[in-house]
């Protein structure tokens, strides 16, 4: 299971950035998939989850700011992230935790995509 993330760059305060991220390999099903980010020097923190029947899950700090979908058929998720600040700058991760066709289950990663916002 290979996942591939994209959209990272650099923004301005105040702007918005697109992540997605489309999981591929011998996927049988998708329970969850989500974004972490980690910033220079500190830990990995969730971000945003979405599960198989849509409830979602966000870190307070991104609240009413980033929206987290996805869609099932293609087995991709997107992290639409608006009103960014400085303090969005970090390497976003996307995970999916994936039912394989080998009877497994497994958490996979993505490579991470680096988003730097400038004040």
């Known amino acids: 299971v290979q996942l591939q993330a994209s959209g990272g760059g650099l923004v301005q305060a105040g702007g918005s950035l697109r992540l997605s991220c489309a999981a591929s390999?011998?996927?049988?099903?998708?329970?969850?998939m989500g974004w972490y980010r980690q910033a220079p020097g500190k830990q990995r923190d969730l971000v945003a989850t979405?599960?198989?029947?849509?409830?979602?899950n966000y870190a307070d700090s991104v609240k009413g700011r980033f929206t987290i979908s996805r869609d099932n058929a293609k087995n991709t998720v997107w992290l639409q992230m608006n009103s960014l600040v400085p303090e969005d700058t970090a390497v976003y991760y996307c995970?999916?935790?994936?039912?394989?066709?080998?009877?497994?289950?497994?958490?996979?990663w993505g490579q991470g995509t680096l988003v730097t916002v400038s004040s």
């Open positions: 995970t999916a935790d994936v039912w394989t066709e080998h009877f497994t289950r497994g958490n996979y």
């Open positions: 390999g011998s996927i049988v099903s998708i329970n969850s």
């Open positions: 979405i599960f198989n029947g849509g409830s979602r």
